[in-house]
């Protein structure tokens, strides 16, 4: 069973720069599309960025296009999450996600079987 592992959350400034990363258990990594997604108190949980199992092809959403960028190594079993000119309003919890076989990068979250435990970002004005 693989298993996801979120690190480098923390409190940032607005302006600031993050690196969240994902890691997984097991040897089947570069069989699953990855997704960020994150999730505020009282809100949904939004897809923000995914990858391929190989690293070819990126999906963002628009609220994050530019500033967030997901990249993975798969000899490390690692996915990256690289966020940029951060805001208040990207306070929220953030979690990896998994897909295993899929296509293509879904963003919605109902397609994705494995997850992290999340990890908070905060960002002060």
């Known amino acids: 069973q693989v298993q996801l592992v979120e690190s480098g959350g923390g409190l940032v400034q607005a302006g600031g720069s993050l690196r969240l990363s994902c890691t997984a258990s097991?040897?089947?990594?570069?069989?699953?599309?990855m997704g960020w997604f994150r999730q505020a108190p009282g809100k949904e949980r939004d897809f923000l960025v995914g990858?391929?199992?190989?690293?070819?092809?990126?999906n963002s959403a628009d609220s994050v296009k530019g500033r967030f960028t997901i990249s993975r190594d798969n000899a490390k079993n690692t996915v990256y999450l690289q966020m940029n000119r951060l805001k208040p309003e990207d306070t929220a919890v953030y979690y990896c996600?998994?897909?295993?076989?899929?296509?293509?990068?879904?963003?919605?979250?109902?397609?994705?079987?494995?997850w992290g435990q999340g990890t908070q970002v905060t960002v002060s004005s």
């Open positions: 996600a998994g897909d295993r076989f899929r296509p293509y990068v879904s963003t919605s979250s109902r397609d994705y079987e494995l």
């Open positions: 097991g040897r089947t990594f570069n069989d699953y599309v």
């Open positions: 990858i391929s199992g190989s690293g070819g092809r990126t």
